[in-house]
C-alpha cells in the first residue's frame, strides 16, 4: 500500500531531550516536507527536500534539523526540545518533481514537551 | 505571509452549497486546497496552476485569480462527508504557506 507513515505517532518528552521522529514513504516520491499544526496557526512549514541530499527552510526552521540522506526517509530532529514545540506534527510527500504539488500526507505525529 | 481565508466557519444543510476564499498579498504561482477530517491528516482536493491549469481528485470545482492574487472553492449539492477543515496553500517558490483553514459542518 503506498502510504507516507511516521515514527512515534505519540510522544511524551521532556524539556532538553533530543529526539527525532521519523518519516517514511514507499511511492519514490522526491519531494519531502515537514508541517506543524497548531490551534488557529493551521499548517506551518518546517522543511523541505527538493531531492536527497537537498534541504531547505520553510517558515519555522527554528529549533528543528533534517537530514535527506535516502530518498525515502526525511527524519525530523530536535536537538532540545522546548515547551512551544508542543504541537501535532505532519509529514508529506510529492511526486511532482520541482514543487510541492499533490502532497500526501503522513498520519501525524503528536508531541508534548514538558 | 499566511495566505487569508474567509469566512472561518461555514454551517450547511445537505444539499447546499457553499463558497470558501482564499487571497493572498504575495503574487502567486500556484493554489493548493486540502480537506482535513477532524483528527486525521490532510488530504489533497485541488491544485490550481498558473495559466489555468488545474488538477484536482474529486468533483470539486475552484477558481483561480492571479491578478487579484485569490481562488475560491465552490462546493455545490454539499454531503456530509464534506464536513471538515479546508485549507487554502499558496507558493510561488519552493515553499508552501497554508491559511488557517475554514470548517464546514454539514447536517442532514
Known amino acids: 500500500e503506498a502510504q507516507v507513515t511516521q515514527n512515534p505517532r505519540y510522544l511524551i518528552t521532556v524539556t532538553g531531550k533530543k529526539l527525532t521522529v521519523t518519516c517514511s514513504q514507499n511511492m519514490n516520491h522526491e519531494y519531502m516536507s515537514w508541517y506543524r499544526q497548531d490551534p488557529g496557526l493551521g499548517l506551518r512549514q518546517i522543511y523541505y527536500?527538493?531531492?536527497?541530499?537537498?534541504?531547505d527552510k520553510g517558515d519555522v526552521p527554528e529549533g528543528y534539523k533534517v537530514s535527506r540522506k535516502e530518498k525515502r526517509n526525511f527524519p525530523l530532529i530536535l536537538e532540545s526540545p522546548s515547551p512551544n514545540q508542543t504541537s501535532l506534527y505532519f509529514c508529506?510527500?510529492?511526486?511532482?518533481?520541482?514543487?510541492?504539488?499533490?502532497?500526501?500526507f503522513g498520519p501525524g505525529t503528536r508531541l508534548t514537551v514538558t | 505571509q499566511q495566505p487569508v481565508q474567509s469566512p472561518q466557519a461555514v454551517i450547511l444543510r445537505e444539499g447546499e452549497d457553499a463558497v470558501i476564499n482564499c487571497s493572498s498579498s504575495k503574487a502567486l504561482y500556484s493554489v493548493h486546497w486540502y480537506r482535513q477530517k477532524h483528527g486525521e491528516a490532510p488530504v489533497f482536493l485541488m491544485i490550481l496552476l498558473k495559466g489555468g491549469e488545474q488538477k484536482g481528485h474529486e468533483k470539486i470545482s475552484a477558481s483561480f485569480n492571479e491578478k487579484k492574487q485569490q481562488s475560491s472553492l465552490y462546493l455545490t449539492a454539499s454531503q456530509l462527508s464534506y464536513s471538515g477543515t479546508y485549507f487554502c496553500g499558496t507558493d510561488n517558490t519552493d515553499k508552501l504557506i497554508f491559511g488557517t483553514g475554514t470548517r464546514l459542518q454539514v447536517f442532514p
Open positions: 508529506a510527500s510529492s511526486p511532482t518533481p520541482g514543487g510541492p504539488y499533490e502532497q500526501y
Open positions: 527536500s527538493m531531492n536527497v541530499e537537498v534541504t
